[in-house]
C-alpha cells in the first residue's frame, strides 16, 4: 500500500478529517526555533510529527514519513547537506515534501540555500511575500522584508509567486492577511487568520509543519496547500476570540487545532 493515503478529494474539512483519520508521519527539518510550535501543531490535529535533521538518518527517516518539511529557519552548512539528502530522497520515493526558506533575503548564505533547495522539485513552497519575492529573484528593495518577517503583502507578490511556481515546478503559497496558493498559472486565496499569527514567532514555520500533513492526505498540492492555510486560519480565529496576548493565544491555537470539526470548517472558510 502507499505511504500516501490520499483520502482527502474534497475541502478543508475533508483534510483536517484524513490527517486525523491516518494520523501522517511528518517528518521536519526544521529550526530551533520551532521546533516545539510544529510538533505541537501537527500533535494537535492528529499528525505524527518527528524532526530529524542528522546526514545519518535522514534518508532513511524519509522511508518512513508520509511528508517531509525542509525549513531553513537556521541552518548550517551541515544541516543543508542532510536537507538536499532528505529531499532527494524524498522525490525518488514520490514522497510530498515542502519547502519553508525563512528570511532567504536577508543573507547570501540563505538565498543561496533556499535556491539550491528550490530546485529540487518541491511539492509546495510555502513562505510570506518577502520570502517569495527574494526566492523568485527579486532585488533586496524590491522583496523588503525585516530579518524573517515580511514587510509586503501576499498580493504585492503575485507574479513573482507564479514565476517562482513556472521555474520550480511547485505551488507555491504565500501567506499574509489574505494569503494565496498558485502552480503559475491558477491562482486560489485564503482571508482566514489573525493579526496575532503574526504575533508568535514559527507560527508561520508550524503552518508549513501542517502543510506538510495536508500534503501527506491530499493528493492535489494547490488543495492541500490551501487547506492548511484555511485549518491554521480559522483556528487562528478562534484562538483569538479567548486570548488576552500572544502567550494565551499561543496555548489557544493549539486547543482550537484540537477541537475544529471539519463539519464546520468549511462553512467558515473564507475564500474569496
Ligand atoms: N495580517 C494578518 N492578518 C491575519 N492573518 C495573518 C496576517 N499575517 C499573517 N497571517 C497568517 O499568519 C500565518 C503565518 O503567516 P506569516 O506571518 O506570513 O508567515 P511567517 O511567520 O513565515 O512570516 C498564516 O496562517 C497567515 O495567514
Ligand atoms: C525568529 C526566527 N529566527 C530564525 S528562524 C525563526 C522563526 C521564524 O518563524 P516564522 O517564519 O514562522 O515567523
Ligand atoms: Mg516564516
Known amino acids: 500500500m502507499s505511504k500516501q ?19 501522517p508521519l511528518v517528518q521536519n527539518i526544521t529550526n530551533f526555533v520551532a521546533m516545539d510550535l510544529a510538533a ?17 538518518e535522514v534518508e532513511e527517516f524519509v522511508t518512513l514519513a508520509s511528508a517531509l518539511t525542509i525549513n531553513t529557519g537556521t541552518f548550517t552548512s551541515d544541516w543543508l547537506e542532510a536537507a538536499v539528502a532528505a529531499a532527494a530522497q524524498a522525490v525518488a520515493t514520490g514522497t510530498p515534501w515542502v519547502l519553508d526558506p525563512v528570511g532567504c533575503g536577508a543573507t547570501k548564505f540563505r538565498l543561496a540555500n533556499a535556491s539550491r533547495l ?39 507578490v503575485l507574479e513573482q509567486a507564479r514565476r517562482l511556481a513556472l521555474n520550480s515546478g ?28 503574526t504575533r508568535v514567532t514559527a507560527a508561520g514555520c508550524a503552518l508549513t509543519a501542517l502543510t506538510g500533513a495536508a500534503a501527506a492526505v491530499c493528493k492535489d498540492p494547490m488543495r492541500a496547500a490551501r487547506d492548511a492555510l484555511v485549518i491554521m486560519g480559522v483556528a ?14 499561543r496555548v489557544a491555537l493549539l486547543d482550537a487545532l484540537y477541537n475544529l470539526e471539519s463539519a464546520q470548517l468549511d462553512e467558515e472558510a473564507r475564500l474569496p
Open 5 to 23: 493515503s490520499f483520502l482527502a478529494d474534497q475541502g478543508p474539512g475533508a483534510t483536517l478529517a484524513a490527517i486525523r483519520d491516518t494520523g
Open 40 to 56: 505541537n501543531l501537527l500533535l494537535s490535529v492528529g499528525a505524527s510529527p518527528a524532526m530529524a535533521h542528522a546526514g545519518e
Open 236 to 249: 487562528g480565529e478562534r484562538a483569538a476570540a479567548v486570548a488576552r496576548g500572544p502567550g494565551s493565544f
Open 170 to 197: 511547485a505551488v507555491v503559497a504565500v501567506t499574509g492577511e489574505v494569503d494565496l496558493v498558485t502552480d503559475g498559472d491558477a491562482v486560489l486565496r485564503v482571508a482566514n487568520g489573525h493579526m496575532l499569527l
Open 118 to 156: 528550490a530546485k529540487m522539485r518541491p511539492t509546495i513552497i510555502r513562505g510570506n511575500a518577502s520570502e517569495i519575492a527574494a526566492l523568485s529573484g527579486a532585488s533586496a528593495q524590491d522583496s523588503g522584508g525585516k530579518g524573517v518577517d515580511s514587510t509586503l503583502a501576499a498580493d504585492a
